[in-house]
């Protein structure tokens, strides 16, 4: 029996032990996509206590905890944080197999120093060590400390971007801490609140002007070094309209009229079409997230709003309309580097293929199939990303892992990730699928958990 979760934790091979250890550990983080608070960066925040870390906005933790039957008084309600930990500790204990039991120890033991497991009774010895470690540890020893080299936060087009202009004047820190464009808002005409969401853009009276305002606030992020963009969906709108109809359809929005399900498609199709042409021109990359239902539960949406841990996989259809977008792009040779997330890991093998009708001498990878997504980031989802993506696409190219997080401990996320990594390729030299080739291993394993972000993201 191998011993739990030691330094060779997921690597069965001599092969992958070796290039795990001298290829992959070393390397620094470039954490494209998180969604970590740049306030909380520049102020350096401390925290009290491991459930403020841990459960304080983590909704994976939070719907595990309601599967295993706790009441939410004991996640987001007004039990003590003590109690909170101890329903965690109890929750994890038995959490076999759910990738939050690995991230947890890797956690416990890169940052805290803990070899033992979490469960009920060894929930007080962990309260005490944590807490006791918190005291020497702030958000910023947590990213330097995790080897990140880089970070891309999350971030909406009329935010101010205060901190970030703050945290790069800040010599003592060293790490870049860079925003990231997402205009989910702006796209969102057939919100209630849309009228007022706009005000914050500025006044305005017609599509074209939003599409300059927004064109504005996208130079002015690219200023403070934003590299990339980010759009959040059910699933990729394509209706193609005349700029007439988008105007038509935006200033009846304004008159106080919502949109027609055709309109709603029509005038997001209008906006990302603009948008994606101005990410070519500027050499922004253009991330897009799909297959994914929110919200399901209205009673817990009410009580917690969104990111509460109610959300699911989606089976609306992408495929034909996600091709279509890029390929109204690629017509005008306006495509500009693109990285697909679907939530629904039915969808792995098409979108890779989808991707390689894309892909030009422009940039390795031009088109990317983002690494496994939310409910697909574990062990298995990973796997299967890795290997569609090697089948039918480029793997050597791939721009690797990212947290995706709100949390300063998500690091760990990318030694989980470079451990699958390193046991699925050592599982093919070993087995002579690729020869022990030195320099073209390292070269692949280098590649995907640092050095093909930096050179894709031009940092
Ligand atoms: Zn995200």
Redesign the pocket.
């Known amino acids: 029996m191998k011993a739990f979760m030691d330094k060779n934790f997921l690597l069965s091979t001599e092969t992958a032990k070796h290039l795990y250890r001298d290829y992959a550990a070393p390397q620094q983080i470039i954490d494209f996509?998180?969604?970590l608070n740049p306030q909380e960066i520049w102020e350096d925040r401390r925290f009290e206590n491991i459930t403020q870390v841990w459960l304080g906005g983590d909704h994976y933790k939070w719907r595990l905890m309601r599967s295993a039957g706790v009441d939410e008084r004991f996640i987001t309600g007004d039990a003590d944080d003590r109690e909170k930990f101890q329903k965690w500790a109890e929750t994890l204990g038995l959490a076999i197999g759910n990738p939050l039991y690995h991230w947890s120890h890797l956690e416990l033991r890169s940052y805290f120093g803990y070899q033992g497991a979490l469960n009920a009774d060894t929930a007080e010895e962990v309260w005490q060590l944590c807490n006791e470690k918190l005291k020497t540890l702030s958000a910023r020893k947590l990213i330097v400390n995790s080897g990140v080299k880089a970070l891309c936060t999350?971030d909406d087009p009329a935010d101010s971007l205060e901190w970030h202009k703050k945290i790069a004047e800040d010599q003592s820190f060293g790490v870049k801490v860079l925003p990231s464009f997402r205009p989910d808002k702006a796209l969102g005409i057939e919100k209630a609140d849309y009228p007022a969401y706009l005000k914050r853009l500025g006044e305005i009276a017609s599509f074209s002007q939003l599409v300059e305002v927004l064109k504005e606030r996208l130079a002015f992020f690219v200023s403070l070094g934003c590299r990339v963009s980010?759009h959040?969906m059910e699933s990729v709108p394509y209706a193609p309209a005349e700029p007439a109809e988008a105007e038509a359809i935006f200033r009846k929005r304004l008159a106080g009229e919502l949109p027609t399900a055709l309109e709603e498609k029509q005038f997001k199709t209008a906006l990302l079409l603009a948008l994606g042409r101005e990410y070519h021109r500027l050499g922004v990359v253009m991330q897009l997230?799909f297959g994914v239902i929110r919200d399901n539960s209205h009673r817990v949406f009410r009580a917690l709003g969104p990111d509460a841990g109610i959300d699911s996989i989606g089976d609306a259809p992408s495929i034909r309309e996600l091709a279509a977008f890029l390929g109204a792009l690629d017509d005008t040779d306006e495509l500009p580097k693109t990285i697909l997330y679907s939530l629904n890991p039915n969808d792995n093998a098409a979108l890779v293929t989808v991707m390689g009708a894309f892909q030009t001498g422009e940039a390795v990878g031009k088109v990317q199939h983002g690494s496994a997504w939310w409910f697909n980031d574990h062990r298995q989802g990973m796997i299967d990303q890795l290997t569609t993506l090697a089948a039918d696409g480029y793997l050597a190219g791939f721009i690797g892992m990212l947290t995706?997080s709100r949390s300063f401990l998500s690091y760990a996320r990318h030694e989980y990730f470079r451990r699958i990594l390193c046991e699925l390729l050592g599982s093919w030299v070993e087995n002579g699928e690729y020869p022990n080739d030195e320099n073209a291993l390292r070269c692949i394993i280098e590649g995907i958990c640092v050095k093909n972000a930096e050179r894709y993201f031009d940092l």
């Open positions: 996509h998180c969604h999350t980010d959040g997230h995706d």
